[in-house]
Each structure stands twice: as structure tokens, then as C-alpha cells.
T-cell receptor, first 112, second 116 residues
């Protein structure tokens, strides 16, 4: 099993550009989440999904959109990138039986 | 609102010595508590969890953690540190809830440096 796969690993964007961070899991997990990791702030929840077609906002959702058309995929869209979105982004998955989360390897995003 | 505090940004310990990484939490219901480890340029990896039962939880790589309800703490411990344990450690908490998705709150992380 590949687990949770994120692409790309690194990305540089110009302010105002849009892009999609991809996340896929092959464990048939119900729940998927996106976090951002910033120095001194730990991980903060951006958006999450409890199943295909169902998404909800986390702690810091502004500037990001998500969708969940399949169980496997949970892409994160940056609508108009801002320097404040420079961060490391992690996707995670789990389900109600497996309480701990499985994380992808992260996407390091720099907005200039 | 739930919260997690990791009071130490960095912990230094000599190889072979015991290590402790501290974590305290606040949650309205019964806590589910987790420890994760992050190696450089990698995602978080699950180490151990407390949901119910024995207050001393054993996990991967020889780590263990002690749940203390009265002190609302969940400190991570290892009897003998290895240089390879050097990494960033995150404590996390969620409410037990009534089933379904429960949001998890992460601490700010503690960098563990094991000195040869």
C-alpha cells in the first residue's frame, strides 16, 4: 500500500496564481483532512471531509477550497495565492475505527 | 474548546539517558490523546495513543506515555535515548465524541535533540 500520497512535494507560486495540491489515499478511509504547518504554530486544520461529497471547514479555511468526489482523492485548491499561504501542507486520512491519522509526506509551498 | 500545550520548544538529552517530552491538554469530554513524530522533510508518523484503559501506553520504537487525568498530562517517555530519536514530536488531543469525525488539536511541537 502507498498510504497517503501528496503531489507536488515542492511548489513556488507568484502572488495571485492558483493551484491545486493533490492528495490520494488507498486505505479506503472515510475521513480526510488538510493541515498547514507553520513554525511555532503546530498543525492547523484547513478543511476536512467525512466521506465522498461531504466537506467542512476547519480552523483556517479562508483562501482554500476542497472537494471530495471519490473516497480516494481530496484535492486542496488555492484560489489566489498570497504570501501568507507560504507553508508546509499535509494531507491525512483515518476512519472511525482507526483513530490515529496517516499523513502524507507534505507539500512545501512558497508564495512570492 | 480543546487545546494542547507543549511547554518546551526543545529538549536536549544525552544518548543513553532517559527522556521526557511534556504535554498537557484541555478537552471537554474524555480525551483521546496521541503522540506523533516528524523526521526532517517527512510527514508525521503515529507513535502511540491513549483512548481508555491502562494509564501507561506503550508505542513504537520503545516510546511510552503516561496518562494522568488529575494533572491533564500525557508525557512521552523513553528509558534510553538514541541519536536516531532526534526529531520533532507532536502531542495531539480530540474529544471522544459520539462517534464520527472529531477534530484533532495539535501542540506546537517539541524538538528532541539526542547528543552522542
Amino acid at each position: 500500500n502507498a498510504g497517503v500520497t501528496q503531489t507536488p512535494k515542492f511548489q513556488v507560486l507568484k502572488t495571485g496564481q492558483s493551484m491545486t495540491l493533490q492528495c490520494a489515499q488507498d486505505m479506503n478511509h472515510e475521513y480526510m483532512s488538510w493541515y498547514r504547518q507553520d513554525p511555532g504554530m503546530g498543525l492547523r486544520l484547513i478543511h476536512y471531509s467525512v466521506g465522498a461529497g461531504i466537506t467542512d471547514q476547519g480552523e483556517v479555511p479562508n483562501g482554500y477550497n476542497v472537494s471530495r468526489s471519490t473516497t480516494e482523492d481530496f484535492p486542496l485548491r488555492l484560489l489566489s495565492a498570497a504570501p501568507s499561504q507560504t507553508s508546509v501542507y499535509f494531507c491525512a486520512s483515518n476512519n472511525r475505527e482507526i483513530t490515529e491519522a496517516f499523513f502524507g509526506q507534505g507539500t512545501r509551498l512558497t508564495v512570492v | 474548546a480543546q487545546s494542547v500545550a507543549q511547554p518546551e520548544d526543545q529538549v536536549n538529552v544525552a544518548e543513553g539517558n532517559p527522556l521526557t517530552v511534556k504535554c498537557t491538554y484541555s478537552v471537554s469530554g474524555n480525551p483521546y490523546l496521541f503522540w506523533y513524530v516528524q523526521y526532517p522533510n517527512r510527514g508525521l508518523q503515529f507513535l502511540l495513543k491513549y483512548i481508555t484503559g491502562d494509564n501507561l501506553v506503550k508505542g513504537s520504537y520503545g516510546f511510552e506515555a503516561e496518562f494522568n487525568k488529575s494533572q491533564t498530562s500525557f508525557h512521552l517517555k523513553k528509558p534510553s535515548a538514541l541519536v536516531s530519536d532526534s526529531a520533532l514530536y507532536f502531542c495531539a488531543v480530540r474529544d471522544d465524541g459520539s462517534g464520527g469525525y472529531q477534530k484533532v488539536t495539535f501542540g506546537t511541537g517539541t524538538k528532541l535533540q539526542v547528543i552522542p
